[in-house]
Each structure stands twice: as structure tokens, then as C-alpha cells.
């Protein structure tokens, strides 16, 4: 009786201390934003821009393609 018990007391805790040793170092990783220079920092911003521009620009050209579609698509008149 003792075996399973210890057996299911180890298991759980091995996981803990492996869950908190994995996490640890990613976490400390994250918090040092400064180690990019400021020209890498600069060009991040200017690429997350362009990006939501380029994005702004297929929504725009979406809605005017939908709103085409649905400008010419017309049911013809029904004849009794």
C-alpha cells in the first residue's frame, strides 16, 4: 500500500517542479525589452504599420467588391 501512494505523491510533484523550471527561464526572457537596438525597435514599428495599412487597403477593396456584386446582381421582373 505504501508504493502506490508514494507513486502518486511523486508523480505530481515532478511535474510541478518540471512545469516551474520550464517557465522560469522563458519568463525572465520576456522581461528585457531593451537588448534591441533602437533602429531594430524603429523598423518593428514601421513594418506593424505597413502591415495594417496593406490590411486597412483588402478590407476597403473587399466591401467595394461586395458592394459592386450586390449593385449588379439583379432579379428580373416576374411575368405572369
Keep these: 500500500m505504501n508504493r502506490p501512494a508514494a507513486f502518486l505523491l511523486i508523480i505530481p510533484l515532478s511535474l510541478a517542479a518540471l512545469s516551474v523550471g520550464v517557465s522560469l527561464p522563458a519568463f525572465a526572457q520576456s522581461k ?6 533602437k533602429g531594430a525597435l ?14 486597412k487597403q483588402q478590407k476597403k477593396a473587399q466591401k467595394k467588391m461586395l458592394k459592386t456584386e ?4 439583379h432579379i428580373p421582373p416576374q411575368q405572369f
Design 32 to 37: 528585457n525589452t531593451y537588448s534591441q537596438p
Design 42 to 55: 524603429k523598423a518593428e514599428k514601421k513594418q506593424a504599420k505597413a502591415q495594417r495599412k496593406y490590411a
Design 70 to 73: 450586390k449593385k449588379n446582381t
